[in-house]
T-cell receptor
Framework: GQSLEQPSEVTAVEGAIVQINCTYQ??????LSWYQQHDGGAPTFLSY????GLEETGRFSSFLSRSDSYGYLLLQELQMKDSASYFC??????????FGGGTRLMVKP | IAGITQAPTSQILAAGRRMTLRCTQD?????MYWYRQDLGLGLRLIHY???????GKGEVPDGYSVSRANTDDFPLTLASAVPSQTSVYFC???FGSGQPQHFGDGTRLSIL
């Protein structure tokens, strides 16, 4: 089976940089995804890492270390609209996703 | 506008009743999924379909059934609802299994 751990809550100020960590234990691993979900909204895809290293998409970057079973999402130049929940998800060899419990990010002015 | 549509948006249901949640996508995605989201537990996969005509069980399939008669539609049925099925249900689709998933806006279901 799969299990993922991420902090339940993170608080940061507008303009700052925040890192949301995700560690996983898995019986099979193809990659790590990140999704964003605003309150009352639908999850939306942010990024996917299949190989070790950093993937950058605008203000957001995602990192993976397969040897450490660890990844993180880095958000730069935080904006109020970044206040949301962020979920890491492991893709298994059957191409199914197992999601972590989510990290609620609160951005303060 | 291309996307994925769920209906109803919310529902209150008496325990023991049968309920079907509807999900339709017009993106010609091959794979479709049903998740439930409960506070603190993230999203848990109920059932999935990699292509029309096939379905599979996810992490929490008990009490739910699905069908995939065509590419666009993937209904989820609760045969006899129980209070523990109170949750927010999300339908999602992807071009292929393993591709990024696109989610509907969810159905908020309360079983009394």
């Amino acid at each position: 089976g799969q299990s993922l751990e991420q902090p339940s809550e993170v608080t940061a100020v507008e303009g700052a940089i925040v890192q949301i960590n995700c560690t996983y234990q898995t019986s099979g691993f193809y990659g790590l995804s990140w999704y964003q979900q605003h309150d009352g909204g639908a999850p939306t895809f942010l990024s996917y890492n299949a190989l070790d290293g950093l993937e950058e998409t605008g203000r957001f970057s995602s990192f993976l270390s397969r040897s450490d079973s660890y990844g993180y999402l880095l958000l730069q130049e935080l904006q109020m609209k970044d206040s949301a929940s962020y979920f890491c998800a492991v893709r298994d060899p059957g191409n199914m996703l197992t999601f972590g419990g989510g990290t609620r990010l609160m951005v303060k002015p | 506008i291309a996307g994925i549509t769920q209906a109803p948006t919310s529902q209150i249901l008496a325990a023991g009743r049968r309920m079907t949640l509807r999900c339709t996508q017009d993106m010609r995605h091959n794979a479709m999924y049903w998740y439930r989201q409960d506070l603190g537990l993230g999203l848990r996969l109920i059932h999935y379909s990699n292509t029309a005509g096939t379905t599979g069980k996810g992490e929490v399939p008990d009490g739910y059934s699905v069908s995939r008669a065509n590419t666009d539609d993937f209904p989820l049925t609760l045969a006899s609802a129980v209070p523990s099925q109170t949750s927010v249900y999300f339908c999602a689709s992807s071009f292929g299994s393993g591709q990024p998933q696109h989610f509907g806006d969810g159905t908020r279901l309360s079983i009394l």
